[in-house]
Structure formats: C-alpha cells, structure tokens
C-alpha cells in the first residue's frame, strides 16, 4: 500500500516539474520574441531550447529553478546567430546575444 503511495506521489511531482517546466518555455519564448521585435531582429525556428537548470537565490533569498534556454535569430537574414535567455522561476533574468551585424540601409 505504501509503495503505491510513494509511486503515485513520484508521478504526480513528474507531471508538475514537466508541466511547470513548459509555462516557464512559453513565458522564455515570449520574452524573447518580444526582444528580437524591440531590437529589430529574427527570431528563427520560433523556438527556444532547453540548455541547462540549476538552483539559484532570487533577490528575497528563495531558492528558484535557474533554467537557460537558447534561440537563433538573423539581423539580416544572412547569418545566424545565437542567444540565451535565462529565467529564475518564473521571471526573467537576462537575454545575452551574440554581437550582430546590423544593416544601416
């Protein structure tokens, strides 16, 4: 009976990591979207992906999933370049991008 306690109880926290995981993506695929529009550049595949997650303080002191995903974008359509945006829980923390070239005319 205790054993089938314990699994349920493993599958259940599963189910919330993954799905709390996949509204921390969208909030990151957000977030960058909105960037690459306010600087003026591509967003390419419409993606972020999943690099790393580690454990880090926020500003308060409370123990936050620090997780980094990275995108590709173009300045001028002839390159690709690449970016990461790192989220502590659920807020974002910086978006890094790679120098870019930018076409003055």
């Known amino acids: 009976m205790i054993d089938h306690f314990i699994f349920i109880m493993l599958l259940l926290s599963g189910f919330f990591y993954w799905y ?3 509204k921390v ?5 957000k977030a960058t979207r909105e960037h690459c529009q306010a600087v003026q550049v591509q ?3 419409e993606y972020v992906a ?3 997650l580690w454990f880090k303080r926020d500003k308060y002191g409370k123990m936050q999933l620090r997780r ?3 995108f590709e974008f173009a300045s001028t359509g002839e ?3 690449n970016g990461k945006i790192i989220m502590l829980g659920e807020q ?5 991008m790679e ?3 930018v076409d003055w005319g």
């Not at 974002?92 to 890094?96: A, L, R, T």
Request: a neutral charge; zero cysteines.
């Open 20 to 22: 709390h995981g996949q």
């Open 79 to 81: 390159q690709r370049y």
């Open 50 to 52: 999943g690099h790393s």
């Open 68 to 70: 980094t995903f990275t």
């Open 99 to 101: 120098p870019y070239r």
């Open 92 to 96: 974002v923390e910086s978006i890094v």
């Open 25 to 29: 993506k969208e909030l990151a695929y």
């Open 43 to 45: 967003m390419l595949d």
